[in-house]
């Protein structure tokens, strides 16, 4: 855990979530512009009235994966010749798309690697060596969905569950389950 604290901010004990983290203005910067995005798309500029819920929301994304994901989503938002865009197909599209341009080797990627690796070695006697080879292994933008496409906070969240979860019968599914809250909330729409 000091790892992951060390390159996710200060933390003033293990097992509270820091108030703040690196990237937080940046996410801040490009959740406007996902906003401004999301007004334009409905023709309604400033005058949304989404706007002020949306700006205040902090999503897990990185400021880098938000930006991207602002430009796809708007770019194939616009493009569509459909009346009702399916919006959820959209996102699946540019998480891919967005996927292939995240730096999956940032620095800020390492604690979650070491704590997925640490997690296998508790759970499933994988020795963390072995883990961190197979994982390099991955294609760069599977490497990215699990680790640099999230801001700290997520990744934080994250962390803490593979450091902190019980191991169960079905590790694979244990895994993923630390990664579900981040992941739904990788981006705000209105309810």
């Keep these: 855990m000091a790892v992951a604290a060390s390159m996710l901010g200060p933390l003033t004990a293990c097992s509270e979530r820091p108030t703040s983290f690196p990237d937080r203005d940046g996410v801040i910067a ?13 023709r309604a500029g400033a005058s949304w009235e989404h706007l002020t819920a949306c700006k205040a929301a902090y999503p897990t994304s990185s400021p880098t ?4 994901m602002t430009s796809c989503f708007s770019r ?10 399916d919006r959820s197909q959209i ?12 730096n999956p080797d940032e620095p800020t990627a390492t604690p979650v690697i070491d704590s997925r690796c640490a997690r ?3 759970c499933e006697k994988i020795p963390v060596a072995d883990c961190k080879a197979a994982f390099s292994r991955h294609e760069a933008a599977q490497r990215a969905m699990f680790t640099t496409i999230y801001n700290g906070a997520g990744r934080y969240e994250i962390i803490d569950c593979l450091d902190n979860a ?5 590790e694979e599914a244990g895994r993923q389950a630390c990664y579900k809250p981040p992941s739904d909330e990788l981006l705000w729409f209105p309810d």
Excluded: G
Excluded at 65 to 68: I, T
Excluded at 76 to 85: L, N, Y
Excluded at 92 to 101: G, I, L, P
């Design 91 to 102: 996102i699946v599209e540019c998480n891919d798309e967005v996927a292939v341009k995240i």
């Design 166 to 170: 019980s191991c169960t019968d079905n």
């Design 30 to 42: 490009a959740q406007a512009e996902w906003c401004a995005a999301l007004a334009k798309l409905q």
């Design 120 to 122: 296998m070695a508790r």
């Design 76 to 85: 194939r938002m616009e493009a569509s010749t459909e009346s009702s865009p």
């Design 65 to 68: 994966s938000l930006r991207a």
